[in-house]
Nanobody, 125 residues
Framework: QVQLVESGGGLVQVGGSLRLSCAAS????????MGWFRQTPGKEREFLAR????????YYADSVNGRFTISRDNAKNTVYLQMNSLKPEDTAVYSC??????????????????WGQGTQVTVSS
């Protein structure tokens, strides 16, 4: 059983930065594809970014490309999401997810097997 715990959320002003962390336990973290998603009330969960097991390849949604950076430290079993130039529309609950299998579309929720509980990010104007 894989457990994922996010941290680092909070309140930040427009244009500010935050770094989210997602610590994994159980299983073999270095073999997982990791993703970040976010969700606001009444909306579907939105894919943000994913990183392959070795950390060599990343992929971003257009909405965050150039502002957010996903990275991982396999020695610490942790994946990060560095968020810069934050906007009010970035306000959401942010969750990390782990995929233990191959998928042709890691931007889809169905590609992931385990999810964290989420951390709130609020961007004030």
């Amino acid at each position: 059983q894989v457990q994922l715990v996010e941290s680092g959320g909070g309140l930040v002003q427009v244009g500010g930065s935050l770094r989210l962390s997602c610590a994994a336990s159980g299983g073999t973290f270095s073999s997982y594809v990791m993703g970040w998603f976010r969700q606001t009330p009444g909306k579907e969960r939105e894919f943000l970014a994913r990183i392959i097991s070795s950390g060599g390849t990343t992929y971003y949604a257009d909405s965050v490309n150039g502002r957010f950076t996903i990275s991982r430290d396999n020695a610490k079993n942790t994946v990060y999401l560095q968020m810069n130039s934050l906007k009010p529309e970035d306000t959401a609950v942010y969750s990390c997810a782990a995929s233990l299998r191959y998928s042709a579309r890691y931007s889809r929720e169905s590609a992931y097997d385990y999810w964290g509980q989420g951390t709130q990010v609020t961007v004030s104007s």
